[in-house]
Protein backbone atom coordinates (compact mmCIF):
# COMPACT_ATOMS: atom_id res chain seq x y z
CA UNK A 1 0.00 0.00 0.00
CA UNK A 2 1.58 3.49 -0.90
CA UNK A 3 1.67 5.98 1.82
CA UNK A 4 -1.39 8.64 0.87
CA UNK A 5 0.20 11.92 0.48
CA UNK A 6 -1.58 14.34 3.23
CA UNK A 7 -1.05 17.82 3.90
CA UNK A 8 1.07 18.84 6.82
CA UNK A 9 0.90 22.07 9.13
CA UNK A 10 4.10 23.51 9.89
CA UNK A 11 4.55 25.99 13.09
CA UNK A 12 7.52 28.05 14.10
CA UNK A 13 11.11 26.17 14.80
CA UNK A 14 11.63 25.67 18.63
CA UNK A 15 14.84 25.53 20.46
CA UNK A 16 18.24 26.78 20.16
CA UNK A 17 20.16 28.80 17.47
CA UNK A 18 19.91 27.77 13.84
CA UNK A 19 22.09 25.00 12.37
CA UNK A 20 24.03 24.65 9.69
CA UNK A 21 22.59 23.74 5.95
CA UNK A 22 22.90 19.88 4.79
CA UNK A 23 25.18 20.40 2.06
CA UNK A 24 27.69 21.94 4.88
CA UNK A 25 28.25 19.07 6.92
CA UNK A 26 29.55 15.68 6.32
CA UNK A 27 27.15 12.95 6.31
CA UNK A 28 26.11 11.02 9.27
CA UNK A 29 27.77 7.92 9.96
CA UNK A 30 27.06 4.93 12.61
CA UNK A 31 28.89 6.35 15.14
CA UNK A 32 27.00 9.52 14.67
CA UNK A 33 23.95 7.60 15.40
CA UNK A 34 24.91 6.08 18.58
CA UNK A 35 26.22 9.58 20.49
CA UNK A 36 23.07 11.17 19.13
CA UNK A 37 20.50 8.66 20.33
CA UNK A 38 23.00 8.29 24.08
CA UNK A 39 22.43 11.85 24.08
CA UNK A 40 18.93 12.14 24.15
CA UNK A 41 19.07 9.26 26.55
CA UNK A 42 21.26 11.03 29.27
CA UNK A 43 19.28 14.26 29.31
CA UNK A 44 15.94 12.53 29.10
CA UNK A 45 17.60 10.14 32.66
CA UNK A 46 19.08 13.01 34.29
CA UNK A 47 17.19 14.14 37.09
CA UNK A 48 19.08 17.35 38.41
CA UNK A 49 21.18 20.55 37.16
CA UNK A 50 24.23 19.28 38.07
CA UNK A 51 24.00 16.04 35.75
CA UNK A 52 22.39 18.24 33.18
CA UNK A 53 24.86 20.54 32.91
CA UNK A 54 27.79 17.85 33.07
CA UNK A 55 25.89 16.05 29.95
CA UNK A 56 26.39 19.79 28.55
CA UNK A 57 29.57 20.01 28.71
CA UNK A 58 30.74 16.62 27.79
CA UNK A 59 29.15 16.89 24.56
CA UNK A 60 29.48 20.56 24.13
CA UNK A 61 25.75 21.28 24.11
CA UNK A 62 25.44 25.24 24.29
CA UNK A 63 23.29 25.98 26.97
CA UNK A 64 21.63 28.67 29.48
CA UNK A 65 21.73 28.56 32.97
CA UNK A 66 20.53 25.25 34.30
CA UNK A 67 18.44 25.55 37.93
CA UNK A 68 16.48 23.21 39.87
CA UNK A 69 13.18 24.83 38.57
CA UNK A 70 13.96 24.75 34.95
CA UNK A 71 15.15 21.20 35.66
CA UNK A 72 11.16 20.66 36.33
CA UNK A 73 9.92 23.03 33.45
CA UNK A 74 8.42 20.61 30.34
CA UNK A 75 10.73 21.00 27.39
CA UNK A 76 14.18 21.92 28.96
CA UNK A 77 15.52 18.28 27.77
CA UNK A 78 13.77 18.88 24.46
CA UNK A 79 15.43 22.14 23.84
CA UNK A 80 18.83 20.66 24.96
CA UNK A 81 18.53 18.29 22.45
CA UNK A 82 17.49 20.57 19.83
CA UNK A 83 20.62 22.78 20.56
CA UNK A 84 23.08 19.89 20.61
CA UNK A 85 21.06 18.53 17.35
CA UNK A 86 21.28 22.01 15.49
CA UNK A 87 25.05 22.08 16.75
CA UNK A 88 26.56 18.79 15.33
CA UNK A 89 24.04 17.59 12.43
CA UNK A 90 22.67 18.12 9.08
CA UNK A 91 19.26 20.52 9.36
CA UNK A 92 17.13 21.30 6.61
CA UNK A 93 17.11 25.27 5.19
CA UNK A 94 13.75 25.57 5.81
CA UNK A 95 10.84 23.80 6.82
CA UNK A 96 9.59 23.36 3.79
CA UNK A 97 12.64 21.47 2.82
CA UNK A 98 11.82 19.74 6.03
CA UNK A 99 8.25 18.34 5.14
CA UNK A 100 9.70 17.65 1.06
CA UNK A 101 12.64 15.16 2.90
CA UNK A 102 9.73 14.21 5.81
CA UNK A 103 7.44 12.84 2.48
CA UNK A 104 10.43 11.24 0.52
CA UNK A 105 12.01 9.25 3.00
CA UNK A 106 8.09 8.01 4.36
CA UNK A 107 7.50 6.75 0.63
CA UNK A 108 11.06 5.39 0.13
CA UNK A 109 10.32 3.26 3.17
CA UNK A 110 7.21 2.23 2.31
CA UNK A 111 8.02 1.58 -1.30
CA UNK A 112 10.97 -0.42 -0.07
CA UNK A 113 8.63 -2.88 1.86
CA UNK A 114 6.45 -3.14 -0.82
CA UNK A 115 8.57 -4.28 -3.73
CA UNK A 116 10.48 -6.81 -1.17
CA UNK A 117 6.49 -8.12 -0.25
CA UNK A 118 7.66 -7.93 3.32
CA UNK A 119 4.87 -9.47 5.62
CA UNK A 120 5.07 -6.79 8.35
CA UNK A 121 2.71 -3.93 9.27
CA UNK A 122 4.17 -0.25 9.14
CA UNK A 123 2.40 2.60 10.65
CA UNK A 124 3.29 6.45 11.83
CA UNK A 125 3.45 7.97 15.13
CA UNK A 126 4.63 11.53 16.29
CA UNK A 127 4.36 14.99 14.57
CA UNK A 128 4.27 13.81 11.30
CA UNK A 129 1.01 11.23 11.71
CA UNK A 130 -0.99 14.30 12.93
CA UNK A 131 -0.32 16.11 10.49
CA UNK A 132 1.48 19.04 12.42
CA UNK A 133 5.34 19.83 12.10
CA UNK A 134 7.10 21.49 15.14
CA UNK A 135 9.89 22.39 13.20
CA UNK A 136 12.91 21.06 10.72
CA UNK A 137 13.95 19.41 13.64
CA UNK A 138 10.53 16.97 13.44
CA UNK A 139 11.26 13.26 12.89
CA UNK A 140 9.77 9.98 11.58
CA UNK A 141 8.32 7.48 13.74
CA UNK A 142 7.35 4.19 12.99
CA UNK A 143 5.47 1.37 14.51
CA UNK A 144 6.33 -2.28 12.51
CA UNK A 145 4.66 -5.20 13.60
CA UNK A 146 6.63 -8.10 12.69
CA UNK A 147 4.54 -11.88 12.53
CA UNK A 148 5.67 -14.94 13.71
CA UNK A 149 7.54 -16.70 11.63
CA UNK A 150 8.90 -20.69 12.01
CA UNK A 151 10.75 -20.75 8.28
CA UNK A 152 14.40 -19.46 9.47
CA UNK A 153 14.77 -18.28 5.55
CA UNK A 154 11.97 -16.40 5.89
CA UNK A 155 13.28 -14.64 9.43
CA UNK A 156 16.10 -13.64 7.42
CA UNK A 157 13.93 -11.98 4.43
CA UNK A 158 12.39 -9.65 6.53
CA UNK A 159 15.54 -8.53 8.70
CA UNK A 160 17.50 -8.62 5.03
CA UNK A 161 14.68 -6.17 3.97
CA UNK A 162 15.60 -3.87 6.84
CA UNK A 163 18.87 -4.04 6.72
CA UNK A 164 18.51 -2.91 3.42
CA UNK A 165 17.06 0.04 4.28
CA UNK A 166 20.58 1.40 4.60
CA UNK A 167 21.15 1.22 0.73
CA UNK A 168 18.03 4.27 1.21
CA UNK A 169 20.46 6.88 3.24
CA UNK A 170 19.14 5.27 6.69
CA UNK A 171 22.04 5.00 8.80
CA UNK A 172 21.30 2.39 11.83
CA UNK A 173 23.22 2.15 15.00
CA UNK A 174 23.55 -1.60 15.31
CA UNK A 175 25.42 -0.87 18.74
CA UNK A 176 22.32 0.20 19.74
CA UNK A 177 19.74 -2.16 18.06
CA UNK A 178 21.42 -4.33 16.37
CA UNK A 179 19.33 -5.70 13.32
CA UNK A 180 19.48 -9.79 15.05
CA UNK A 181 17.28 -8.56 17.58
CA UNK A 182 14.38 -8.71 15.50
CA UNK A 183 15.09 -12.96 15.06
CA UNK A 184 13.44 -12.92 18.34
CA UNK A 185 10.42 -11.03 17.64
CA UNK A 186 10.19 -12.83 14.47
CA UNK A 187 10.63 -16.38 16.25
CA UNK A 188 8.19 -15.83 18.55
CA UNK A 189 5.73 -13.08 17.88
CA UNK A 190 6.58 -11.06 20.78
CA UNK A 191 8.82 -8.68 22.06
CA UNK A 192 9.97 -4.75 21.91
CA UNK A 193 13.21 -3.77 19.74
CA UNK A 194 14.12 -0.32 18.95
CA UNK A 195 15.97 0.56 15.66
CA UNK A 196 17.98 3.67 16.08
CA UNK A 197 18.56 5.50 12.49
CA UNK A 198 18.91 8.75 10.71
CA UNK A 199 19.65 10.19 7.57
CA UNK A 200 22.52 10.74 5.84
CA UNK A 201 21.20 14.47 5.34
CA UNK A 202 20.33 14.23 9.18
CA UNK A 203 16.45 13.11 9.64
CA UNK A 204 16.00 11.49 12.61
CA UNK A 205 13.97 8.00 11.90
CA UNK A 206 13.42 5.48 14.75
CA UNK A 207 11.88 2.07 14.31
CA UNK A 208 9.38 0.62 17.04
CA UNK A 209 9.64 -2.91 16.09
CA UNK A 210 6.63 -4.90 18.09
CA UNK A 211 5.58 -8.54 17.29
CA UNK A 212 2.11 -9.15 16.32
CA UNK A 213 0.88 -11.32 19.60
CA UNK A 214 1.93 -7.70 22.04
CA UNK A 215 -0.38 -6.24 19.05
CA UNK A 216 -2.86 -8.11 19.04
CA UNK A 217 -2.90 -8.27 23.05
CA UNK A 218 -2.68 -4.77 23.34
CA UNK A 219 -6.73 -3.75 24.00
CA UNK A 220 -6.41 -6.50 26.72
CA UNK A 221 -5.70 -5.76 30.19
CA UNK A 222 -3.27 -8.37 30.41
CA UNK A 223 -0.76 -9.10 29.99
CA UNK A 224 -0.58 -5.50 29.88
CA UNK A 225 2.59 -4.83 29.23
CA UNK A 226 5.41 -5.73 26.17
CA UNK A 227 8.78 -7.15 27.17
CA UNK A 228 11.92 -5.39 25.64
CA UNK A 229 14.62 -8.13 23.58
CA UNK A 230 16.91 -5.79 24.68
CA UNK A 231 16.77 -3.62 27.92
CA UNK A 232 17.50 0.23 28.34
CA UNK A 233 17.78 2.79 31.17
CA UNK A 234 14.78 3.00 33.33
CA UNK A 235 12.85 6.14 33.63
CA UNK A 236 9.67 7.97 34.67
CA UNK A 237 7.50 9.01 31.74
CA UNK A 238 4.59 10.98 31.35
CA UNK A 239 1.49 8.89 31.42
CA UNK A 240 -2.20 10.07 31.23
CA UNK A 241 -5.49 8.00 33.19
CA UNK A 242 -9.04 7.17 31.18
CA UNK A 243 -10.05 10.10 32.82
CA UNK A 244 -7.79 12.53 31.66
CA UNK A 245 -5.39 12.87 34.85
CA UNK A 246 -1.66 13.36 33.45
CA UNK A 247 1.18 11.82 36.04
CA UNK A 248 4.65 10.78 35.98
CA UNK A 249 4.33 6.57 35.38
CA UNK A 250 7.26 4.41 36.41
CA UNK A 251 8.41 2.93 32.72
CA UNK A 252 11.11 0.16 33.84
CA UNK A 253 14.18 -1.44 31.80
CA UNK A 254 12.97 -4.60 30.62
CA UNK A 255 9.49 -4.04 29.31
CA UNK A 256 6.75 -1.40 28.48
CA UNK A 257 3.65 -1.40 30.29
CA UNK A 258 0.46 -0.95 28.07
CA UNK A 259 -1.92 0.21 31.41
CA UNK A 260 -0.53 0.80 34.90
CA UNK A 261 -2.75 1.43 37.91
CA UNK A 262 -1.72 4.24 39.85
CA UNK A 263 -3.29 6.28 42.80
CA UNK A 264 -6.58 4.30 42.03
CA UNK A 265 -6.46 5.22 38.21
CA UNK A 266 -5.92 3.28 35.09
CA UNK A 267 -3.16 4.89 33.37
CA UNK A 268 -2.97 4.32 29.61
CA UNK A 269 1.34 4.61 28.58
CA UNK A 270 3.00 4.81 25.24
CA UNK A 271 1.77 2.78 22.75
CA UNK A 272 -1.95 2.35 23.14
CA UNK A 273 -2.05 6.20 23.64
CA UNK A 274 0.11 6.86 19.65
CA UNK A 275 -1.63 4.25 18.11
CA UNK A 276 -5.32 4.19 18.95
CA UNK A 277 -5.73 7.43 16.38
CA UNK A 278 -2.93 5.97 13.96
CA UNK A 279 -3.26 4.82 10.50
CA UNK A 280 -1.19 2.04 8.41
CA UNK A 281 0.73 2.84 5.85
CA UNK A 282 1.95 -0.23 4.65
CA UNK A 283 -0.92 -2.66 5.09
CA UNK A 284 -0.53 -5.94 2.90
CA UNK A 285 -2.39 -8.41 4.32
CA UNK A 286 -5.26 -5.74 6.11
CA UNK A 287 -4.11 -7.01 9.37
CA UNK A 288 -2.96 -3.59 10.69
CA UNK A 289 -6.38 -2.13 10.05
CA UNK A 290 -7.94 -4.52 11.82
CA UNK A 291 -5.71 -4.59 14.68
CA UNK A 292 -6.00 -0.28 14.67
CA UNK A 293 -9.86 -1.18 14.69
CA UNK A 294 -9.84 -3.40 17.35
CA UNK A 295 -7.69 -1.38 20.06
CA UNK A 296 -9.68 1.98 19.02
CA UNK A 297 -12.93 -0.07 20.66
CA UNK A 298 -11.52 -1.72 23.38
CA UNK A 299 -9.91 2.06 24.38
CA UNK A 300 -13.36 3.85 23.84
CA UNK A 301 -15.13 1.22 25.78
CA UNK A 302 -12.91 1.76 28.62
CA UNK A 303 -13.10 5.36 28.25
CA UNK A 304 -16.70 5.17 28.54
CA UNK A 305 -16.84 2.91 31.99
CA UNK A 306 -13.82 5.07 33.83
CA UNK A 307 -15.95 8.15 33.17
CA UNK A 308 -19.37 6.78 34.10
CA UNK A 309 -20.94 6.72 31.50
CA UNK A 310 -22.70 3.67 31.68
CA UNK A 311 -26.07 4.28 32.53
CA UNK A 312 -28.79 1.72 33.54
CA UNK A 313 -32.35 3.96 32.84
CA UNK A 314 -35.82 2.49 33.66
CA UNK A 315 -34.10 -1.29 33.15
CA UNK A 316 -31.91 -0.22 30.39
CA UNK A 317 -28.76 0.22 29.40
CA UNK A 318 -27.93 3.92 28.38
CA UNK A 319 -24.52 5.46 27.48
CA UNK A 320 -24.75 9.16 28.75
CA UNK A 321 -22.74 10.89 25.41
CA UNK A 322 -22.66 14.15 27.57
CA UNK A 323 -20.30 12.15 30.13
CA UNK A 324 -17.88 11.09 27.41
CA UNK A 325 -17.12 14.00 24.73
CA UNK A 326 -14.56 14.01 22.28
CA UNK A 327 -12.42 17.03 24.08
CA UNK A 328 -12.54 14.50 27.07
CA UNK A 329 -11.48 12.19 25.49
CA UNK A 330 -8.86 13.42 23.56
CA UNK A 331 -7.43 14.27 26.84
CA UNK A 332 -6.51 10.94 27.14
CA UNK A 333 -4.27 10.55 24.31
CA UNK A 334 -0.40 11.37 23.78
CA UNK A 335 -1.39 14.34 22.23
CA UNK A 336 -4.04 15.64 24.12
CA UNK A 337 -5.11 19.19 22.54
CA UNK A 338 -7.08 20.32 19.27
CA UNK A 339 -4.12 22.56 18.70
CA UNK A 340 -1.63 19.76 18.28
CA UNK A 341 -3.31 18.09 15.70
CA UNK A 342 -4.32 19.51 11.75
CA UNK A 343 -7.75 20.23 11.02
CA UNK A 344 -8.58 17.17 8.91
CA UNK A 345 -6.79 14.91 11.16
CA UNK A 346 -8.85 16.02 13.98
CA UNK A 347 -12.19 15.93 12.54
CA UNK A 348 -11.28 12.30 11.11
CA UNK A 349 -10.27 11.52 14.47
CA UNK A 350 -13.60 12.81 16.39
CA UNK A 351 -15.70 11.05 13.23
CA UNK A 352 -13.78 8.34 14.43
CA UNK A 353 -14.27 8.68 17.89
CA UNK A 354 -17.98 8.91 17.17
CA UNK A 355 -18.14 6.28 15.08
CA UNK A 356 -16.43 3.65 17.99
CA UNK A 357 -19.10 4.92 20.26
CA UNK A 358 -21.85 3.90 18.49
CA UNK A 359 -20.16 0.38 17.77
CA UNK A 360 -19.83 -0.08 21.22
CA UNK A 361 -23.19 1.07 21.78
CA UNK A 362 -24.40 -1.72 19.62
CA UNK A 363 -22.20 -4.38 21.00
CA UNK A 364 -23.35 -3.69 24.53
CA UNK A 365 -27.01 -3.07 23.77
CA UNK A 366 -27.01 0.18 24.93
CA UNK A 367 -28.78 3.39 23.45
CA UNK A 368 -26.81 6.87 23.02
CA UNK A 369 -28.49 9.85 24.97
Not at 278 to 294: A, C, F, N
Request: with cysteine; charged share 25%; hydrophobic share 35%.
Amino acid sequence: MAAEQVPIIVEKQLGGPPGRSDSMRPKVTPDDVTRFFNVRTALWTANSPTQLQAICTQFGIPAPEITQQTVVEKGLRKDLFNRYAQEYFPQSESIEAHNAKLHTRLNSVVQHLAFGQSDAVLYTVGSFAKGKINGTQSDLDFVMVLPEMTDTDAQQREIDLITQLQDKGIIFSQELGPFEDLRQILSTGRGLARMYAMTEDGLEVEFHVLGIHDMQDMPRPQPGFIRRVREVPAKFEQGHSFTGRRDKIFKPSDRVYNYVQQNGETFVSFYPSLLVWGSPIYDPSGDGKRMLDGLMQAYVKAFIYHNDGYQTINGERVIDFSKIPFDRFLATLYYHQREDYAPANLSELERRYVATVGQVARRVQATIQ
